[in-house]
């Protein structure tokens, strides 16, 4: 019983010393001090992010049921950016008087999840991985349905919640089949016993699709568009952004770790499903008038591209994989951060709403802008870095006719993000938004957004860090 | 042979309180049918020889989710309201989904599994074993997730909370 | 700090400078500062340039620079100027130079459209100095966007629609341009991404049939390949003008140099092979484009559509592979984008008095506004093929090189090519004919006034290049002709 | 001879500074350092002439100068455009008739142009078509002439169209411009045809009838013609468009819109003759390579020559007359050209074509400055808005009357001489050839005197009051101002005594002089026939009288489409119109704008078509999410499973 | 016949038996999840599939793979798993009747397209 094996999983102990005090701290502190919890939950967790951000060696905990590689300080960096720019951009919500009661919860709920996801990124054993995805899923319900008295957080909520499990169990039996054809669930001792029978080729397919459901691939993302537009924005950002970008992640390192005999299998796969991913969240993306539902498809699609990188299989793969997530996250949160400040002053959420929006609010417009040309793909954004790195990834395994299906449809979704443009720059309004003042923390999340969309592209070091240590993978 | 014997008895139970717990008009029957379901799994593991999993599956699950849903039920079930029967199309297509589904897997399965005819007799799973297990953090030995359900608990319950109380 | 990169420095300062810039004359100043600078520095380079290769100095690319961005994908920051991309540099600057002026008092938003205007000469500028693919490809996607919201927001007519489908169509061929740069990349080792050095590895042939007209398309929509043109007209007519002037004077060109520096130069054995499809379709373009433009009554469509035709002539003649008709093609870039900027500099100024570009209701405008009327009539005559113009120079070394192969096949197509010049004068002559020459046609008209400083001075910029490569080409006809050989002897081998 | 580079530089200069200031300087300067400039020239290419016909004879033959040579343009190895100084004997005749009629026309037009709007405009533009006129006459190489055959295009095209305002004059510039830019594609593409085969754009050695040289070029046939014969056949017809050969004729009539002295100096002396010229020039290939083209090029020649005097007899505008007669007059000198061999006797033609080029740009030019002088007088184009105008412009008159008894071919003026010459050619050439021609020998007597009739006798003047384009002032006409006389003195002076030039002791087909005979039956049957014709017009319009309307009446039909000039202008309205306008241009804007446009406008309706039809997925039920969700998880797995 | 009786009732169950047996709750579970109306029901029927997947594991470690206690463990959590999923989702079901005062899950449509 050595325990001390424990005390190396630095990351998830010190998210639960977080979240843990954070819990204590709103329910012991008075309302004197109730007023600062915001900040000094921002600020433990930047504590937390500064501390972790340092790759380490490789180790395993609990006779390989966690391992660590160097690479997942990375992901769960990235992550933890992330959540911090959503908290960033939550702030003002939480501060109105009905949510304030909430907002324990809403830290406590969203660090779970997160915590759900680094178990997920770095577990060794389907019992742990699948622990670390319900954690990351169930709470999330509870987050979806935060607004609960709006009757589409609620709906959302329960779609979700109900989905979900739905999902999750289909992935368990995938599990036990695949327990079954193996005899284990060790992620080390699992690739010398996956030959490819078709039964385990139908264990796989049950388990990835609970994953699939999480990245919200076609055609099992018909959960996406309603959630995202039924859940607060803030939530839905999180939801788009670090959920996805965690699974994605898993779903790579399970390919290529556990089921790489399987990959004449899983290639196929991922082409289909990659190709519907883009081709239909576009075709749904372009008639889209909600900004959150758009930008629900976008996200879709955006899934289907990241795609491309896990499919090669290879390194490059990994880290262009890695690389895609971490602009994604800023580009998306940026995009997400304007649309939550403008619906928590405005309440409007629709395409036309923003007509005019340049008029107005040149500087929200401006990191729209900078957000959807990022998702576009357009340089100098880092965007085009990351689209580019992710058809290298795909190209270099010679998936050519992928890639120009892929590119094709970057026409479709450079029209729709134009739309967006087109709204907020070309068209007029006898109505416009007002000019709007953003709170404090959320230009901090805007500047760091700008800052990041503009300059990661630029950095070639970041990209290369994330090379150099996927190699070791 | 009685062992047989018993495994068709809950067989039986389990498949037909299934189709029943998935076609009963009234919610309060399904509930009890599924509670049946669960009873009969329950025994599957002590035929197995599971019996701390039979403990589990009794208490939690005939304990505790039974209750919840009772409970649900009883909040939700307003008397008088006539609950929408399903709709028929919508039960064609999902039936021979399902039936689809379970030729298609149950091939798969049934072609593909090891078969075992002879089960090794006189299992016995010590508490002490199942202690040492839990505890451990060696390989084969289940502190970590144990652990980790507990957050997955602890969380859950403040989402419900959260959702749950009146404000 | 490399010389070349300079480029895009001033642009990066100017862009900053308008950031912080506050009034109308400020922008003014940053921004025709800069296009001095620019000019002055494609001056510099062109002198630096051929006292370089006077000295003996024979390597493939000058001034080269090479540092390391990416490594795992051996992309480079890697520039370098031979005869071609000096050219093309000096004629981008001059372009953006005349641009800014004529642009001098845009209206609304000034600071912002200059912002644009600068992040698509960066694009511009930026894809002639480069020499690798994944640098060539991100400033040809840099040169793309800013044109969205140049024409969109500053356009006129049916801008939205136009600066859409332009957007998109251009998007279309940078997605089929890079499955392209992908497979050389790869199908060669994926060792490098530099271009002298790809074309010394060998894509196998296989592969090139693939990628060579993927490549080629994808350039190929820029310069307007039949039947992928349709953006141009369109485009064209909806921008404001200095957009016109840089996107027909240069971004156009972009097309043709991507199709010549990387289709081609990198898969010589498949674009040999199928040369003829893409000459089928650049004959069309040319003679199409002219007979497209014979009916319209829209100054911009007329010139867009001669657009289509002549930037057909510039990918038929590269096709051609042999050194005059690629000179030619060359030649043909510097001379279509000076004579094109100057049309649509003169179009854009003529719209700003009569407020429409519908030659049915002008007329006689030569009586009024007789030096943008004599301007016009130039740059006709320089666009039909006038000798002593630059058109001429450009259109003859091209009709000579095509007319190096001995089948009837290449000698038909360049027969029809050739007929593209009495087209063309057809239109030319009934647009001069129909606006500066003949009748008033509306009494407004009569009031107007003529060019003032900041309008003459692109227009005699433009025109005296104009002129200064009709009469003495030699010197850049060689300059290109020397540049050209190597890259020909690619196709040779 | 360096110096002649100032032949050419002088005019460009004087465009450029004219171009340059224009409006800025007053009318005067302009057009004074205009005729000064051309004066300068006149007397340096006189100087040349004397010069070069004195000192550059060796062995008999006057050699091939290269006065002056640059490389302008490299293509590849081989070739190259070279722009530089050819002196020969034609090049150095030309240069004189384009230098004399050039500043005669600068002379005129100081009284002509007076109080013009742009004076400083139509000067600039003079020096601009005489700097590219010589350029095309002195060029060393056959791309040369191409540029400053297009140069000379374009000021013929700026000089037509000189009265802008006026959309009949826009209109036959445009017209102009465009027909002989439409032959000038086949100069080209025979130029480019030849040099393929030759590996050179050099006259020197295209000239130099070596057969290696064409070699290649004759050996390579093509639908039956070796490529050499297509090539020739395509320069010709380069030079045809300029020459307004049939059928390519129908803008030079429509060019007597321009300023009647740009008519005399561009369209009767000098610009329409280079197709001639050109023709002479490749002579030497012509006749010994390709004799089935020559001949081809006197048929033309022959042809046009009939058909344009017929046209030319119903005109009743007197500049269309001159026109048609000047179209007629040039088929002569192809006549010439077309049936001439090569060398001593056999090269007669070759001379006499020359020789009438000379003697014809003097007397035409003459021609068209007197009819200038008479509409500068009665304000109207129109023969019915003239006559009896003998007592009021006696100069005009009587140079009127030379110039036309020249072109009739009475002797002893100037084109009895090349006109006979002309003729013997083509009776040894063969006797129809030499018929028909002396046919057109009479008509052209009879359409010359005709006009001359109808101008200066018949009725007597009434001041013209409804003249449309000229709002006639009603004064009496009077005689021209001393500029324009003076050039008409000089020029009907030159006239006369040009014919008694010994011409063959300067230019023959191959350098060696050779002294003319007058075939004396020749000469009088044609001496007959063209006073047949002065008599028949003497008797139809010296007086007013009926006959000629009963004439026309008998003939009405084909009066009727002598008058419309056979109809040659609709043809080519109704297929440039109708059919390449209609059927050619609006289709393809159609396809462009419908097919291509909505095939790309398709792909992205159809988009959005498609995202409308699959809109039913995202139905908001759960239970339909799952369904689709299990139903890919199934089809997943079977599709892996069974088929992969 | 006899003998077929007899090798009916004695021996051991074969696994086949056991895994027909949970891929006939499991289906059975998602036809309920595809066809009720009711939000509860839906999610009883979650229960069912949930359950499937547990006998797998249990059968899998004690007929095949013996030495281990991986599927037992296995589920075991997902016992508790299951209840923490219907805690929640439950819950939120409570919060749907709240809100909108029905559970039928066709009201659930206010999202679509």
Redo the contacts between chains.
């Keep these: 019983m050595d325990y001390s094996s424990f005390l190396q999983m630095h990351e998830e102990f010190s998210l639960l010393g977080v979240m843990i005090i954070l819990l204590l701290y709103d329910i012991f502190a008075s309302e004197k001090y109730l007023k600062y919890f915001q900040p000094i939950a921002i600020v433990l967790f930047l504590v937390h992010i500064v501390l972790n951000c340092v790759p380490r060696e490789t180790f395993q905990v609990s006779g390989g049921m966690y391992e660590y590689l160097p690479i997942h300080s990375y992901i769960k960096t990235f992550l933890n950016i992330g959540t911090l720019i959503v908290f960033l951009q939550a702030h003002k919500f939480l501060n109105e008087d009905a949510n304030r009661i909430k907002r324990g919860e809403f830290y406590f709920l969203t660090l779970s999840t997160l915590l759900g996801m680094y178990f997920m990124i770095s577990a060794g054993n389907f019992l742990v991985f699948y622990l670390g995805l319900e954690t990351a899923s169930v709470p999330m319900a509870a987050l979806v349905a935060f607004d609960k008295y709006n009757n589409k957080a609620a709906e959302a909520g329960a779609k979700y919640i109900l989905l979900a499990v739905f999902a999750s169990s289909i992935s368990l039996f995938g599990i036990s089949l695949i327990y079954g054809s193996t005899g284990t669930l060790y992620f080390n001792d699992l690739p010398a016993l996956i030959t490819g029978t078709p039964l385990q080729i139908l264990a796989f397919v049950f388990f990835a699709v609970g994953l699939f459901f999480k990245i919200s691939l076609v055609p099992f993302h018909l959960w996406a568009a309603d959630v995202y537009e039924g859940a607060q924005t803030n939530i839905t950002s999180y939801l788009s952004v670090i959920s996805k970008g965690s699974a994605v992640f898993v779903l790579f390192t399970l390919l290529v770790k556990v089921f790489a005999s399987l990959i004449t299998e899983w290639q196929p796969i991922l082409w289909i499903l990659a190709v519907l991913s883009i081709t239909i969240a576009n075709l749904f993306a372009i008639r889209q008038k909600n900004l959150k539902r758009f930008l629900a498809f976008s996200s879709i699609s955006q899934a289907g591209y990241i795609l491309l990188a896990i499919i090669s299989g290879s390194a ?1 793969g990994m ?1 262009s994989l890695v690389y895609y997530v971490l602009v994604y996250i800023f580009s998306n949160l940026a995009a997400f951060g304007v649309i939550s400040v403008i619906e928590e002053r405005t309440g409007k959420i629709n395409i036309q709403d923003y007509d005019g929006l340049y008029q107005t609010n040149p500087n929200l417009s401006f990191v729209m802008m900078l957000s959807l ?1 990022s998702l576009a793909g ?3 954004f880092a965007g ?1 870095f990351s689209k ?2 992710v ?2 990834a795909a ?2 395994q ?1 998936f ?1 006719v992928l ?2 299906i892929a ?2 449809n ?2 479709i979704s ?2 729709y993000y ?1 739309l967006i ?2 709204a907020m ?2 068209n007029k309004s006898d109505h416009p938004i007002e000019p709007i003042k953003s709170d404090f923390f959320a230009r901090v999340s805007f500047a760091v957004c700008t800052l990041a969309i503009i300059a990661i592209g630029f950095i ?1 070091p970041i ?2 860090q994330i ?1 150099l240590i996927s190699f070791g993978m | 042979m009685a062992e047989k014997i018993i495994f068709y008895i809950l067989g039986a139970i389990i498949a037909i309180f299934s189709i029943m717990a998935v076609t009963s008009k009234q919610i309060i029957r399904s509930a009890t049918y599924l509670l049946f379901v669960l009873i009969a799994t329950a025994g599957l593991y002590l035929l197995l020889g599971y019996n701390y999993l039979f403990a589990v599956q009794i208490a939690v699950y005939a304990g505790g989710v039974m209750v919840l849903f009772i409970f649900a039920i009883s909040f939700t079930n307003r008397p008088g309201e006539k609950v929408h029967g399903e709709v028929p199309v919508r039960k064609l297509i999902a039936g021979t989904t399902a039936a689809a589904g379970v030729v298609f897997c149950g091939y798969i399965i049934y072609r593909n599994i090891r078969k075992v005819t002879v089960l090794v007799q006189q299992y016995n799973l010590s508490p002490q074993k199942l202690g040492e297990t839990l505890m451990g953090t060696e390989k084969y030995q289940y502190l970590l997730p144990f652990e980790l359900i507990s957050i997955l608990l602890l969380a859950c319950i403040v989402g419900a909370v959260m959702i749950a109380r009146k404000r | 700090m490399n010389f070349l990169s300079l480029y895009i420095l001033i642009l990066v300062l100017m862009m900053m400078g308008l950031f912080l810039s506050k009034s109308r004359k400020q922008i003014q100043i940053i921004m025709i500062t800069g296009a001095s600078f620019l000019l002055l520095l494609s001056g510099a380079l062109t002198y630096l340039y051929l006292t370089e290769r006077a000295a003996g100095n024979t390597a493939e690319m000058l001034f080269r620079a090479d540092s390391v ?5 051996n ?1 480079h920051y890697s520039v370098g100027v031979d005869g071609i991309s000096v050219a093309m540099l000096m004629l981008s600057s001059i372009i953006v130079f005349t641009g800014v002026l004529v642009s001098w008092k845009i209206d609304p938003m000034p600071k912002e459209f200059f912002l644009w205007f600068c992040l698509l000469a960066i694009g511009v500028f930026g894809f002639f100095i480069s020499i690798d693919l ?1 640098t060539m ?3 040809y ?2 040169a793309l ?1 800013p044109m ?2 140049l024409i ?2 500053w356009g006129t007519g049916k ?2 629609y136009s600066a ?2 332009l ?3 251009l ?2 061929g940078s ?2 341009l ?2 392209g740069i ?2 050389i ?2 199908t060669t080792g ?1 060792s490098t991404m530099n271009i002298l050095e790809l074309s010394k590895l060998k894509v196998p042939l296989e592969m090139q049939r ?1 990628f060579f007209p ?1 490549t080629f398309m994808g350039f190929g929509v820029l310069g307007a390949l039949f ?1 992928f ?2 953006w141009s ?1 369109d485009g064209h007519s909806s921008a404001p003008t200095a957009v016109s002037m840089l996107h027909a004077g240069v971004l156009m060109k972009l097309g043709g140099y991507g199709c010549f520096r990387v289709a081609m130069f990198l898969m010589p054995e498949a674009a040999h092979e199928m040369a003829w499809i893409f000459l089928i379709l650049t004959g069309i373009s040319v003679v ?1 484009g002219a ?2 433009a ?3 009554t829209d100054l911009k469509y007329i010139n867009a559509y001669s657009s289509v035709s002549h930037c057909g002539l510039v990918l038929f003649a590269l096709l051609m592979m ?3 008709a690629t ?1 030619g093609a060359i030649l043909q870039m510097v001379s279509h984008g000076l004579i094109t900027a100057l049309f649509f500099a003169l179009i854009g100024m003529i719209y700003g008095r009569t407020h429409t570009r519908d030659i049915r209701l002008m007329g ?1 405008l ?2 009024v506004i ?1 030096f943008l009327g004599v301007s016009y009539v130039i740059a006709g ?1 320089a666009s ?5 113009l630059s058109g ?2 450009a259109e ?2 091209v ?3 095509s ?2 192969y ?1 089948d009837t096949f290449h000698r038909i197509l ?2 029809g090519a ?2 593209s ?2 087209i063309t ?2 239109y030319i ?2 647009v001069v ?1 129909k606006v ?5 046609q509306d009494k407004h008209h009569e009031t107007l006034t003529d060019a003032v400083m900041y309008e003459r001075i692109p227009v005699i910029v433009l025109t005296a290049a104009i002129f200064g490569i009709g009469m003495f ?2 010197w850049i ?2 300059m290109i ?1 020397d540049s050209v050989l190597p890259l020909i002897s690619q196709f040779i081998r | 001879m360096q110096y002649t580079l100032l032949i050419l530089a002088l005019p460009l200069l004087s465009f450029a500074v004219l171009g340059l200031v ?1 409006a800025k300087w007053k009318p005067k300067v302009a057009g004074t350092i205009g005729t000064t400039i051309l004066g300068i020239i006149t007397i340096l290419s006189y100087f040349a002439a004397w010069q070069y016909f004195t000192q550059y004879k060796v062995d008999g033959v006057y050699q091939k100068v290269i006065a002056f040579d640059y ?6 190895d081989l ?1 190259h ?1 070279n722009l530089g100084i050819l002196l020969d004997p034609i090049s150095v005749m030309m240069m004189i008739v384009i230098t004399t009629v050039s500043f005669m026309v600068n002379l005129y037009s100081l009284g002509y142009m007076k109080g013009e709007k742009g004076f400083q405009r139509y000067y600039a533009f003079l020096s601009l078509f005489a700097f590219s006129m010589l350029g095309l006459v002195m060029a060393t190489n056959i ?1 040369q002439m ?3 055959w ?2 000379v295009g ?1 000021s013929s ?1 700026l000089l037509i ?1 000189f009265y ?4 009949a004059a ?2 036959a ?2 017209k102009a ?2 027909v002989t ?2 032959a000038d ?1 086949f100069f ?2 025979g130029i ?2 030849l ?2 085969f030759t590996k050179t754009f050099d006259f020197g050695i295209l000239t130099s009838s070596n057969a290696n040289v064409f070699a290649e070029a004759t050996s390579k046939t093509f639908m039956g013609f070796s490529m050499l014969s297509w090539a020739m056949a395509l320069i010709f017809i380069g030079g045809a468009g300029k020459s307004a050969m049939f059928p390519l004729h129908i803008w030079l009539p429509d060019a007597m819109e321009g300023p009647t002295p740009v008519s005399a100096l561009i369209h009767a002396a000098t610009m329409v003759v280079a197709g001639v010229f050109l023709v002479a020039r490749l002579f030497p290939v012509y006749v010994v390579f390709t004799p089935e083209v020559l001949h081809g090029i006197a048929y033309v020649g022959a042809f046009t020559a009939l058909f344009s005097a017929i046209i030319a007899c119903v005109q009743t505008d007197i500049k269309r007359v001159l026109a048609f007669s000047t179209i007629s007059q040039i088929g002569f000198m192809m006549v010439g050209l077309g049936v001439s061999g090569y060398g001593g006797h056999e090269g007669v033609g070759y001379m006499s074509s020359m020789f009438h080029l000379f003697t014809h740009a003097f007397f035409k030019s003459l021609l068209f400055l007197g009819a200038g002088s008479v509409i500068h007088a009665v304000h109207s184009n129109e023969m019915k808005d003239m006559g009896g105008l003998r007592k009021y412009m006696p100069i005009t008159n009587w140079t009127f009357l030379i110039a036309c008894l020249a072109i009739a071919g009475i002797p002893p003026f100037s084109g009895f001489f090349s006109k006979d010459e002309i003729l013997s050619a083509s009776y040894s050439f063969s006797p129809a050839m030499g018929g028909i021609m002396t046919f057109i020998a009479g008509l052209t007597a009879f359409y010359m005197f005709r006009l001359y009739y109808n101008i200066f006798w018949g009725k007597e003047f009434k001041p013209a009051t409804q003249s449309e384009n000229y709002h006639g002032h009603g004064n009496t006409p009077h005689e021209s101002p001393f500029s324009m006389s003076s050039a008409l003195v000089f020029l009907g002076a030159v006239t006369c005594v040009a014919g008694l030039i010994p011409f063959g002791h300067f230019i023959t087909s191959d350098g060696v002089p050779y002294d003319i005979h007058i075939n004396l039956t020749v000469a009088s049957v044609s001496i007959i026939v063209a006073l047949v014709g002065i008599i028949i017009a003497t008797y139809l319009y010296r007086k007013e009288n009926e006959i000629p309307e009963k004439l026309a009446k008998t003939f009405d039909g084909f009066y009727k489409a002598a008058s419309h000039r056979f109809y040659i202008d609709e043809v080519y309205l109704f297929s440039t119109k109708k059919i390449i ?1 209609n059927n ?3 289709p ?2 159609w396809f ?1 704008r419908h097919v ?2 909505g ?2 406008n398709g792909i ?1 309706s159809s988009t959005q078509w498609v995202a409308v039809k699959i809109k039913g997925f995202q139905s908001g039920q759960i239970q339909q999410y799952a369904y689709v969700f299990l139903l890919g998880t199934l089809l997943v797995a079977a599709l892996v499973i069974f088929l992969i | 016949m006899g003998d077929i009786l007899t090798n009916f009732f004695t021996g051991t169950v074969p696994i086949e038996a056991y895994l027909g047996l949970s891929l006939i709750m499991f289906f059975c579970g998602v036809y309920g999840f595809l066809t009720r109306k009711n939000m509860l029901m839906i999610l009883i029927s979650v229960e069912l599939m949930l359950n499937a997947a547990d006998i797998n594991f249990a059968v899998f470690n004690r007929y095949l793979y013996p030495g281990q206690l991986e599927g037992f463990y296995f589920s075991l959590f997902t016992i508790a798993i299951a209840a923490c999923e219907t805690a929640v989702a439950i819950a939120i079901i409570i919060n749907i009747y709240r809100n909108l005062k029905s559970v039928e899950v066709d009201n659930l449509n206010q999202m679509k397209e």
């Design positions: 490059i880290s040309f357009i340089p100098p085009f580019f790195f058809f290298s190209a270099s010679g050519y890639v120009f590119l094709l970057t026409i450079l029209y134009l443009i087109k720059f070309l070639s990209y290369d090379h | 961005w990416y490594t795992p994908f992309i994944f490809f991100m400033y996607e840099v966007i969205y919201l969109g927001v801008k939205e859409m489908k957007t998109l169509m998007m279309g997605a089929l890079l499955v992908l497979g990349y790869f994926g693939y993927l039947p043109h349709t007209p199409y007979f497209g014979i009916h319209q042999n050194q005059t000179t006689g030569m009586k007789p005559m039909l093929g006038l000798p002593g001429f120079v003859m070394t009709f000579v090189g007319f190096q001995a360049t027969i050739c007929a010049i009495v004068t057809v002559l009934r004919g500066i020459f003949g009748p008033m080409p030699g006809s060689s002709g | 224009d490389e302008w343009l490299r293509f590849n070739l455009i791309f191409y540029i400053f297009e140069l374009v095209y169209g802008y305002t006026r959309p826009v209109a510039a445009k411009f465009i830019r439409f594609l080209l593409i480019l045809l040099s393929y306008f050619i241009a609006r393809i804007a462009d291509i446009d095939t790309m992205a």
